[in-house]
């Protein structure tokens, strides 16, 4: 049973167009949230997170955005640029976990 | 680079064989997690080290699967009698802080394993 669902394998988009991936969530203890970036024969970089007191958090070209009721979050990068490409892995912790869920990832293709 | 570091990044082992995969952390880092990912699979956890002391080994199988984080030297994951459905990636984490809730975790390059 999967406690972190990302439903799009793979998502293509142009170059400086925006980039939504999107990440559910079915454990309604989970109260932080990460995002990493993955490259391939790298291990996974962590690019932003946010807690579940918030409901939005910007870095750069990269925000995140977390909508509890809906127990749904998504990233947001605007603009898209191609070295953007990579796998994208949601996480999410429960509260004095230091053991992250991981979603499947979603493959981000940004091309020319 | 004071990165995490994996070594070998690509092993190769027969059925029936020991696998030995090194984690170097961070500088100055003494948690060590370590995850499996499967083909087309997220990253699962496996097991939490802190030096010399296993916090955590929920995710870890019970049989043939071991590790350590010595108070010297890097943190080995051990696989003994190796089966072909331990082909995986297994990357490294280290982090600083532990359970702290803004406590990140960064991942070393993996060790990709193939057994024959």
């Known amino acids: 049973d999967q406690q972190v669902k990302q439903n799009s394998p793979s998502l293509s988009v142009q170059e400086g167009r925006i980039s939504i991936l999107n990440c559910d969530y079915t454990?309604?203890?989970?109260?932080?949230f990460l995002w990493y970036k993955k490259y391939p024969a790298e291990g996974p970089t962590f690019l932003i997170s946010?807690?579940?007191?918030?409901d939005k958090n910007e870095d750069g070209r990269f925000t995140v955005f977390l909508n509890k009721s809906a127990k749904h979050l998504s990233l947001h990068i605007v603009p898209s640029q191609p070295g953007d490409s990579a796998v994208y892995f949601c996480?999410?912790?429960?509260?004095?976990?230091?053991?992250?869920?991981f979603g499947r990832g979603t493959s981000l293709i940004v091309h020319p | 680079n004071a990165g995490v570091m994996q070594n070998p990044r690509h092993l190769v082992r027969r059925r029936g064989q020991e696998a030995r995969l090194r984690c170097s952390p961070v500088?100055?880092?003494?948690?060590v997690y370590w995850y499996r990912q499967l083909p087309e699979e997220g990253l699962k956890f496996m097991v939490y080290?802190?030096?010399?002391?296993?916090?955590?080994e929920s995710g870890m199988p019970k049989e043939r699967f071991s590790a350590e984080f010595p108070k010297e030297g890097p943190s080995i994951l051990r696989i003994q009698q190796v089966v072909r459905g331990d082909s995986a990636a297994y990357f490294c984490?280290?982090?600083?802080?532990?359970?702290?809730?803004?406590?990140?975790?960064?991942f070393g390059p993996g060790t990709r394993l193939t057994v024959l």
């Open positions: 996480a999410s912790r429960s509260g004095g976990s230091y053991i992250p869920t």
């Open positions: 454990n309604s203890m989970f109260d932080y």
């Open positions: 946010i807690s579940s007191i918030k």
């Open positions: 500088k100055g880092h003494s948690h």
């Open positions: 080290l802190q030096k010399e002391n296993i916090i955590d």
């Open positions: 984490a280290s982090s600083l802080h532990g359970g702290a809730e803004t406590d990140t975790q960064y």
